[in-house]
T-cell receptor, first 114, second 114 residues
C-alpha cells in the first residue's frame, strides 16, 4: 500500500506570494492533518479534515487555509507569504479522527520564503 | 490546554549504551500518548503508543516506554542503542474527550556515536 504523498517536496517563493501544497493520504484513510515544523517552534498543528469538513484548527492566522476533497486528498494554502512561513509542512493521514488511530506522515514539503 | 515537555533537547550516547528520553505532559485527564521518530529529510514514524491497559508499552526497533499517571510522564527507553538510532524523537499527546489533534513536544535529538 502506498504511503502518504506530498507534492511538491520543495518550494521557493517570495514574500507576498501565495502557495498551495497537496497531500494524498493512504488509500482508505479519511482523516488528514497538517502540521508546520520549524526549528524554533517545533511541530505545530495547523488543521484536521475528515469527510471534507474541517474538524479541528490550530492557532494560525487566517492566511493559512485548507480543504479536503471527496477522495480524501487535501490541500493547504498560504496566502500573502511571510518570511516566517518558511518551514517543513507535514501531512498525516489516519483511518478516522479520534486520536487513538495511528497517524501516518508524509515526507513533507519544504517551503522557503525569500 | 494540553502541553508536552521533552526535558532534554539533545542526548549524546555511545553505541550499545542504554538511553532514556524523558517526556512529561500537562493533563490530568485520560490522554493518549505517542512517541514518533524522525530521520533526516523524512516524515515522522510511529515508535509506540499508549491508549490504555499495561503501563509498559513496547514499540518497534527495541524501544519501550512507561506510562506513569501520577507523574504525568511517558519516558522512552532502549537498553542498547545503535548508530542507526541517531534521529529526532518526538513525544505527543492527544485528548480523546476533547477530540484534539496531536500536540507535540519540541523534540529530543539522539546522537549515537561509536
Amino acid at each position: 500500500k502506498a504511503g502518504v504523498t506530498q507534492t511538491p517536496r520543495y518550494l521557493i517563493k517570495t514574500r507576498g506570494q501565495q502557495v498551495t501544497l497537496s497531500c494524498s493520504p493512504i488509500s482508505g484513510h479519511r482523516s488528514v492533518s497538517w502540521y508546520q515544523q520549524t526549528p524554533g517552534q517545533g511541530l505545530q498543528f495547523l488543521f484536521e479534515y475528515f469527510s471534507e469538513t474541517q474538524r479541528n484548527k490550530g492557532n494560525f492566522p487566517g492566511r493559512f487555509s485548507g480543504r479536503q476533497f471527496s477522495n480524501s486528498r487535501s490541500e493547504m494554502n498560504v496566502s500573502t507569504l511571510e518570511l516566517g512561513d518558511s518551514a517543513l509542512y507535514l501531512c498525516a493521514s489516519s483511518l478516522d479522527p479520534g486520536g487513538y488511530n495511528e497517524q501516518f506522515f508524509g515526507p513533507g514539503t519544504r517551503l522557503t520564503v525569500l | 490546554a494540553q502541553s508536552v515537555t521533552q526535558l532534554d533537547s539533545q542526548v549524546p550516547v555511545f553505541e550499545e549504551a542504554p538511553v532514556e528520553l524523558r517526556c512529561n505532559y500537562s493533563s490530568s485527564v485520560s490522554v493518549y500518548l505517542f512517541w514518533y521518530v524522525q530521520y533526516p529529510n523524512q516524515g515522522l514514524q510511529l515508535l509506540l503508543k499508549y491508549l490504555s491497559g499495561s503501563t509498559l508499552v513496547k514499540g518497534i526497533n527495541g524501544f519501550e516506554a512507561e506510562f506513569n499517571k501520577s507523574q504525568t510522564s511517558f519516558h522512552l527507553r532502549k537498553p542498547s542503542v545503535h548508530i542507526s538510532d541517531t534521529a529526532e524523537y518526538f513525544c505527543a499527546v492527544s485528548d480523546p474527550q476533547a477530540g484534539t489533534a496531536l500536540i507535540f513536544g519540541k523534540g529530543t535529538t539522539l546522537s549515537v556515536s561509536s
